[in-house]
């Protein structure tokens, strides 16, 4: 199994900062990549960021410049910090893993529960 504590959301005003964290934590052979998604009501999930084992990072282009993901390979964890939010972050944040449980298994994809983000003045 694999287990997800994702942290941080909230509300913030336009122009404000947070910072995401998910703690991904069980059968971990292989953390292949890390990333967060996003999805606000009526829309698609959309990716956000995402992070390779070896730190390579690419981001959506709508959060470039404002938005930084990094991780903490020994912990599992990987953050978000989002500064100069805008009216249009608001969504839930879903925090992304593609890992290997167990040797000779294929990469599969695991999801968080979610966290709220709301950026309203």
């Known amino acids: 199994q694999v287990q997800f504590v994702e942290s941080g959301g909230g509300l913030v005003q336009p122009g404000g900062s947070l910072r995401l964290s998910c703690v991904v934590t069980?059968?971990?052979?292989?953390?292949?990549?890390m990333a967060w998604y996003r999805q606000a009501p009526g829309k698609q999930r959309d990716l956000v960021a995402v992070i390779t084992s070896g730190g390579s990072t690419n981001y959506a282009d709508s959060v470039k410049g404002r938005f930084t993901i990094s991780k903490d390979n020994a912990k599992n964890t990987v953050y978000l910090q989002m500064n100069s939010l805008k009216l249009e972050d608001t969504a839930v944040y879903y925090c992304?893993?593609?890992?290997?449980?167990?040797?000779?298994?294929?990469?599969?994809?695991?999801w968080g529960q979610g966290t709220q983000v709301t950026v309203s003045s």
């Open positions: 069980g059968s971990i052979f292989n953390m292949i990549t």
């Open positions: 992304n893993a593609n890992l290997v449980r167990l040797p000779g298994e294929y990469p599969n994809d695991y």
